[in-house]
């Protein structure tokens, strides 16, 4: 969680950084009938990656938050494109924190749970309760890309989006290329 809380040092609006690091400190759902089953710290990111293990979300969510920050600055540098990073920065820290009502352990396997509401759902209505303000609530509320409610809009949301998906796939795909890489060192090996 220490390391999530340092990433909000990165956020230069006082009420933004301190509204961001409220919502990491005290995750707990106003609404009764969704309960955490992990804390952040011990919650996988998802049950088929990589990541698949107590700490796998933090691992995601420094990564989702480094690779945005880079790509924001390439697009700001080179497209000469304004990019909020207290915006995009809040919301990568934030995007999947709810990861914690969604997944259930069965059979030391991790498990989607049945749950009538996914992670971006219940944080978007958690952001809109807390009163975060609309432009972080839309970049969170459209993470899921064409499968979200409604569409990347903004830049921040765009970039959110992406390097979500990106990441996600290299962490699920991480392990086989690792084989591979193998296989083909054993290959040159042997000839």
């Given at each position: 969680?220490?390391?999530?809380?340092?990433?909000?040092?990165?956020?230069?609006?006082?009420?933004?950084?301190?509204?961001?690091?409220?919502?990491?400190?005290?995750?707990?759902?106003?609404?009764?009938?969704?309960?955490?089953?992990?804390?952040?710290?011990?919650?996988?990111?998802?049950p088929d990656s990589r990541q698949a293990h107590p700490g796998g979300l933090i691992e995601h969510t420094l990564s989702v938050v480094e690779l945005c920050e880079a790509i924001?600055?390439?697009?700001?540098?080179?497209?000469?494109?304004?990019?909020?990073?207290?915006?995009?920065?809040?919301?990568?820290?934030?995007?999947?924190?709810?990861?914690?009502?969604?997944?259930?352990?069965?059979?030391?396997?991790?498990?989607?749970?049945?749950?009538?509401?996914?992670?971006?759902?219940?944080?978007?209505?958690?952001?809109?309760?807390?009163?975060?303000?609309?432009?972080?609530?839309?970049?969170?509320?459209?993470?899921?890309?064409?499968?979200?409610?409604?569409?990347?809009?903004?830049?921040?949301a765009l970039i959110l989006h992406h390097v979500d998906t990106f990441d996600s796939i290299i962490a699920a795909n991480v392990g086989q290329m690792k084989k591979l890489q193998?296989?083909?060192?054993?290959?040159?090996?042997?000839?």
């Amino acid at each position: 969680m220490n390391r999530l809380l340092k990433l909000c040092e990165k956020i230069s609006d006082k009420k933004l950084k301190e509204d961001t690091e409220e919502l990491l400190k005290s995750t707990k759902l106003h609404h009764p009938e969704f309960t955490m089953k992990f804390s952040i710290e011990n919650c996988p990111t998802a049950p088929d990656s990589r990541q698949a293990h107590p700490g796998g979300l933090i691992e995601h969510t420094l990564s989702v938050v480094e690779l945005c920050e880079a790509i924001g600055k390439n697009l700001a540098k080179n497209y000469k494109i304004p990019i909020n990073f207290d915006h995009l920065i809040s919301a990568a820290i934030l995007h999947d924190i709810y990861k914690t009502v969604e997944f259930g352990a069965e059979g030391g396997q991790y498990v989607i749970e049945e749950v009538y509401l996914n992670h971006l759902e219940l944080l978007v209505a958690e952001l809109y309760r807390r009163k975060f303000p609309k432009e972080i609530i839309h970049i969170v509320a459209s993470h899921f890309g064409s499968g979200s409610a409604t569409p990347p809009r903004t830049y921040e949301a765009l970039i959110l989006h992406h390097v979500d998906t990106f990441d996600s796939i290299i962490a699920a795909n991480v392990g086989q290329m690792k084989k591979l890489q193998e296989q083909i060192l054993e290959q040159i090996k042997r000839q």
